[in-house]
């Protein structure tokens, strides 16, 4: 009697000690692939198992996981079961144990199967996580019998513990899978997110925030947000904490939104807009804030381009209202005719030069373009070359220019080289050591060229527009026809 109470406490303690080892095992376990299969080579020996059926309950049926002990053609016969199908179909219909003794004797079509892989006892035990049937386990006997109560309650122990790691893993890989698509999706976000905890610490930054700050995660953690990026003012003066607008989303627990200016990790400052919230818990209580903040820099520059280009245009069409109103005082014609087509094509001049610089979002313009416009408006079919490398004007000699070359191409239609049979022009231009030299030569094609008795009020107009260019211009009258050359300097 003594014998026997001493021989079940053995047991006892080393089922205990063994429900020990398992629970060890299967807490650390990080594969569910390998879960029940170290953890049979655990119990196997101290049970005395040799077969083990772990099916997985997926798409309404059960799908066999893994197996010990089975060969091919078993594994095959019994890859797949529906619920109610065999013993382990009905454990995980009823969601209950079964245990089948003289399995070899038994005639129940329900244990044809393990009777046929040459089993004597099997214990099969739902693996529940709460209501969730998430498959069964069976252990089973070929040549030692029937299992004791002790065993049997062993089995079913440590299906739970293997349920409760599965379950574990499940979720654990479902974390890190959700894990994997909050990062892809805040990595591939063009705004730069940031999280801190109740310290108003950085715990969080996507790719996008690193780029912005220059900083990697590492580099924040354990400080405040705001002693890293955003803790000095662009005159140099410190920026205390408690004056910021981002941090009072915290204490405030109010949602706050504005521009700010940060300071990059180079040292440079840029300014940004953000947006900050509080995060909240279950209980409403506020654990951290949530930023969300944009570089603005382009932005700026484009408001400022915008608002120079405003003034710019203001001062342009004033200055070409100016212009005009000269052009239409001083010149002189004969009659009304000829007067108006003067006038107009002096301020068509004007207009071209405009068009020019609006070619180059009022940039500067290009010296070829004005002069090919005004040589194609003004003698149309005449004989010219143009010679000269890719140069651009700035803004405020391009409209001098081009009527400087409006008068110099009317006056060789009427007067000059092109008024004659077989005349022409050439227009070149190069790079001087001061500045740009632009020369304008006539060629009459043979017969002589007179200079003017008297400067009339183009040759005057293209010296105001010579002293308004800063340059210089000189006039010689030659044989074969008037070679003008502008200098001006840079």
Partial sequence: MQDSIAQAEGMADRFLRLLNEAAEHLLAAKDQNRVVRDLFDLIADELRLDVYFNYLAQDGELQLASSYGLDETAQRAGSRLAFGSAVCGEVAQQRRPQYVANIQTCEQPSVAFIREVGLQAYACTPMMAGEVLLGTLGFGRRWCGEFRPEELQFLRTVTQYVAMAVARLRTQAALRESERQLNAVLDNASVSIFLMDERQHCIYMNAAAERLTGFRLE????????????????????????????????????????????????????????????????????????????????????????????????????NALTVAQSIVQLTQAPDLEAYREIVLGRISAVGRAQGALAAQRWEGAEIRTIVEEELGAVMPGATHSLDGPDIVLAPEKAQPLGMILHELGTNAVKHGALSRQGGSVSVSWSRAEDGLELVWAEDTGGSASQPPTRAGFGSRLIDSLARQLGAVATYEWRACGLRFVLAMRD
């Fill in 219 to 318: 580099e924040t953690l354990g400080r405040p947000l705001h002693d890293v990026i955003h803790h000095t003012r662009p005159d140099g003066s410190p920026f205390p904490l408690h004056e910021c607008a981002i941090d009072r989303a915290f204490p405030e627990r109010a949602h706050q939104q504005g521009e700010e200016v940060f300071v990059h990790k180079d040292g440079s400052f840029y300014p940004v807009a953000f947006t900050a919230s509080p995060i909240r818990d279950e209980e409403s209580q506020t654990i951290g804030t949530i930023i969300e903040v944009r570089d603005i820099t382009q932005e700026r520059r484009n408001e400022q381009a915008r608002d120079l280009l405003m003034r710019e245009v203001d001062h342009r069409a004033r």
